[in-house]
């Protein structure tokens, strides 16, 4: 069976009950039953919940082999909270853990040895990268593992398609009763707010940090009535990789000419009136995107309303200016950010559900008028892939970009035509993420195309005399340039379910195979 | 041309592509890495081959490691290592048969 | 027959790139420079000339560059690459070559000579490529005026500050001042030749103010463009020789007046109390010219 964006689903799946995706709104309307977590009621006696180790904490949980773990991915490539943990998982011998986190990067090399052991057998995550990404892709985990974006991860938990036995939960500052902070600690990350949803639905949440602090650790981004045990460690991370100094402004000039175009696009739009709200992230053209709205704001005595997702120090920055009215904050991307989240009370932090959920009464990203996005490969369909390299192999996040490309009024791709000698804009996407119907312009440095499904944009662009080309047009610019790529071969065996927000499946991952330049 | 000594040209940036010639018995043979062998493996093969057979190169060892390198930089770097191996570096026959 | 259209074309920021990186090579078009100026001479390590000329022939000969001039700069006439350097400019189909430390008339006339010999070779036209030439010493802005008279294929000239100023021995520390004289002469000699003119780079390239600046006095003073080295500086130096609206709007009036009064047969006439006649055509051609690069004009002439 083919879903929307014309991805066939194997029966197998179809068979488990799984449904195809059919458009960005075709959930509409639904209603579930919420699940609800096994709470162990605190002993009113006992006024602490602090455990001397992780193991201690493990065996007070009463883990099992089989269980579902949760983490969260606050402290990116510095987090040193899944490691070890898992360290102590092998160490006690457990086997045929499921894994389910936020994200998870390069940090914890440990799981994928855990993969190739037969440690852990699931995995659902939104993002996946290096060594974890290789052994899934090469069918090195048992089950297939479920790629969920940030709101569609929320919504699993939330009608109890993901369980989380136990949430184990970084925190830089915690007290002896659980109250957990983002901040006040030695490796500060900002908000908490991966976490947030995972203490409230798992059966027992552990939080573990490096400086525990005196009782009541307000105000926390955790609270304590969720929280089972508390460990202390030395380090929970490395403070350099968790947030850097500052995300820096881009000198690529290609990336500055794109973030310049972008705006120049946002302002012929209708949405670019006082009072607009806007999202991004951190890569080069996002970021140089940020610091370009700048002058246009200021140009047209405007200012943007709020501003929602990861956070960096140039949008705190616009918020001190004068130009941004409040950020509401999911992550933070570096000091200047974690040092103003909830100093300012202008800059506070919401709940991933709060933020992204498809599944609720409504996140601020229904709300969202510009989301700027990046893409690892966009079609001429305008699915866009982030998730798997141009070798077929897992390294990428879907993250919150099919979430708020689908809620946003304009979502716009930022990209170079062509990365080294991998065409951005092809005929078929390896992977698709974000189906075509949530994004509607695409900026590259070689030129703007327009989703002709946005009749409406195209005419403003005309209006303001922007150029802009059939996206069929980019394509065969990119393939001009580097030659007509093969296609990646793969084996049958699904390895991987890309789900789609609303928990319909957007696309299958198999297995790579192994390749050889054959003698001919 | 026949490969007299091992030569190299091209670099490990991005965009590049480093090529070594070396002499050798019987035929190419070719040693290609690249991060793009799935979609252009099969494209640069057929270039280092073709870029051979026309430089009249019948035997060598061919070393490719490819930086995402475009078409137009792998032919270059190839015909840089090979007129190297031979120690000509004036009076290239630009736009004959061999360049 | 050398084009006067290609020798006059607009070229307000000429651009260099090393032709050895492909990085730089495959796509500095993009940022529309007026013309690439690919660099087998500094740009380009000793033991690397030779890999150079492959990758300069094979970018030419590959790669479309979207109508932005390309030109090369050859090794200087007294290293033993310059000649190879102009076989492979030749045979790959380029615009023009930019004569490094020219000094005199004489190395433009060394330069023509395999110039043509190589077109002969490599069945170009003869006279296709055209010539500029790079004044780097007190020598070479003295001889300005007979290097930009040297030959018909010469299109300008370019001053080259690092070297002048070394031979100079100033630091460039006073605002310029110790380049003013050179840079008199050179464009007071390229008009008087009726060639373009070309003022040297701006190394520093986080000051994009001094930049600025510095390009404006190079307009003022007469100049055509900029040598320029990084992409960045493009949008500037087309920002500065932008033409003001009201520059727009009046030779439009011009051109349109002359035009009409010529079918009339009137050569000589009044437009606002100021007399006009057909020496304010190429003048108020060059604006329009200008503004249309620059985006800011749409109209019909």
């Known amino acids: 069976m083919k879903n929307s964006v014309g991805r066939e689903i194997p029966r197998e799946l179809i068979e488990q009950g799984w449904q195809p995706y059919q458009g960005k709104d075709a959930y509409n309307g639904t209603e579930f039953q919420k699940v609800g977590p096994k709470i162990k009621v605190a002993d009113q006696g006992s006024e602490e919940k602090v455990l001397n180790s992780i193991e201690e904490a493990i065996r007070a949980c009463g883990l099992k082999d089989g269980m579902t773990l949760s983490f969260h991915h606050h402290f990116r490539d510095g987090d040193y909270i899944v490691e070890t943990v898992m360290r102590e998982i092998v160490r006690l011998g457990f086997r045929d853990m499921k894994l389910a986190c936020s994200s998870i990067g390069s940090a914890a090399p440990i799981v994928a040895d855990c993969i190739e052991t037969g440690v852990v057998t699931g995995l659902t995550t939104s993002g996946i990268r290096d060594r974890i990404g290789e052994a899934v892709s090469h069918g090195k985990l048992k089950d297939i593992a479920i790629l969920r974006t940030h709101g569609g991860r929320i919504r699993a938990i939330e009608q109890g398609k993901i369980h989380i036995d136990v949430a184990f939960v970084g925190a830089p500052s915690c007290d002896a009763y659980g109250n957990a902070s983002g901040k006040g600690g030695k490796s500060n990350c900002g908000s908490l707010s991966y976490a947030e949803i995972d203490v409230m639905y798992a059966d027992q949440v552990v939080v573990i940090t490096d400086t525990l602090v005196p009782f009541p650790n307000k105000p926390s981004h955790i609270e304590g009535i969720y929280v089972d045990y508390v460990v202390e460690v030395n380090e929970i991370g490395n403070p350099k990789k968790i947030a850097s100094a500052a995300a820096r402004m881009t000198t690529n000039p290609k990336d500055l000419m794109i973030a310049e175009d972008c705006v120049r696009v946002m302002r012929a739009l209708p949405y670019f009136v006082d009072g607009f709200s806007f999202q991004t992230g951190v890569g080069g053209p996002s970021i140089a995107t940020t610091i370009f709205l700048r002058e246009h704001l200021k140009e047209l005595g405007i200012k943007i309303g709020w501003i929602v997702g990861g956070v960096s120090t140039h949008m705190v920055n616009l918020m001190k200016e004068g130009l941004v009215g409040c950020i509401a904050d999911v992550q933070d991307f570096d000091l200047g950010a974690i040092e103003s989240l909830g100093t300012d009370p202008r800059h506070f932090d919401i709940s991933v559900s709060e933020y992204a959920n498809p599944f609720n009464k409504g996140a601020f990203i229904n709300k969202l008028d510009f989301v700027i996005l990046s893409a690892l490969e966009i079609d001429t369909d305008f699915n866009v892939n982030v998730l798997t390299g141009s070798d077929g192999v897992l390294r990428g996040a879907a993250g919150g970009h099919p979430d708020t490309a689908a809620c946003a009024k304009c979502c716009i791709i930022v990209t170079p035509l062509v990365r080294g000698r991998i065409p951005t804009v092809c005929d078929r996407v390896v992977t698709v993420t974000t189906a075509g119907d949530s994004i509607d312009v695409l900026v590259t440095d070689h030129g703007i195309a327009v989703n002709p499904l946005r009749q409406d944009l195209i005419k403003h662009l005309n209006a303001a005399g922007i150029e802009h080309v059939d996206i069929h047009t980019l394509r065969d610019k990119a393939y001009s340039i580097v030659g007509q790529p093969d296609d990646i071969q793969f084996e049958d065996r699904v390895v991987a379910i890309v789900e789609a927000r609303d928990g319909t499946v957007m696309d299958v991952v198999r297995q790579v195979k192994p390749f050889s330049i054959s003698e001919d | 041309m026949r490969i007299e000594h091992k030569a190299m040209a091209g670099t490990l940036e991005s965009s590049d592509v480093m090529v070594t010639v070396e002499p050798a018995e019987q035929g190419i043979q070719l040693s290609i890495t690249s991060p793009v062998i799935r979609q252009f493996g099969r494209a640069i093969k057929q270039t280092a081959l073709e870029t051979m057979e026309r430089l009249g190169v019948i035997d060598a060892k061919v070393t490719i490691v490819d930086q995402g390198a475009l078409d137009c930089t792998l032919k270059a770097r190839l015909e840089s290592a090979v007129y190297r191996s031979v120690g000509i570096t004036e009076n290239i026959p630009w736009g004959r048969d061999n360049v | ?301």
């Open chain 3, 1 to 301: 027959m050398i084009s006067t259209d290609r020798k006059n074309r607009l070229r307000r920021s000429m651009m260099f790139l090393s032709a050895q990186r492909p990085n730089l090579i495959r796509d500095s078009y993009l940022f529309a420079p007026d013309s690439l100026i690919f660099d087998l001479e500094d740009a380009v390590a000793e033991n690397q000339k030779d890999s150079a000329r492959f990758s300069l022939y094979h970018a030419i000969k590959n790669i479309d560059y979207h109508g932005v001039e390309r030109l090369v700069r050859i090794n200087a006439l007294d290293t033993p690459h310059w000649q190879e350097d102009i076989r492979v400019s030749v045979a790959a189909g380029i615009d023009g070559i930019r004569i490094a430390k020219c000094e005199s008339a004489q190395d433009v006339h060394t330069v023509e000579t395999a110039v043509a010999a190589a077109e002969e070779e490599f069945g170009r036209p003869i006279g296709s490529v055209l010539l500029m030439a790079a004044l780097e010493s007190p020598l070479a802005v003295l001889n300005a005026l007979e290097i930009s008279k040297a030959s018909p294929r010469m299109f300008g000239i370019a001053l080259s500050g690092g070297d002048f100023r070394r031979c100079m021995r100033t630091t460039g520390k006073g605002g310029g001042v110790d380049m003013f004289t050179a840079r008199g002469l050179m464009v007071l000699s390229a008009r008087a030749a009726g060639v373009q003119c070309f003022d040297t780079v701006y190394t520093d390239l986080d000051d994009l103010e001094g930049f600025e600046k510095e390009t404006q006095l190079i307009k003022h003073m007469g100049f055509d463009g900029k040598s320029i080295v990084n992409p960045r500086q493009i949008k500037i130096v087309h920002k500065v020789f932008a033409p003001s609206q009201e520059e727009i709007q009046e030779a439009e009036r011009v051109m349109i007046a002359i035009r009409e009064n010529a079918e009339k047969g009137i050569g000589i006439f009044q437009m606002d109390g100021k007399m006009l006649d057909i020496a304010f055509m190429e003048g108020a051609e060059r604006t329009i010219a200008l503004a249309k690069a620059s985006g800011l004009y749409k109209g019909d002439l």
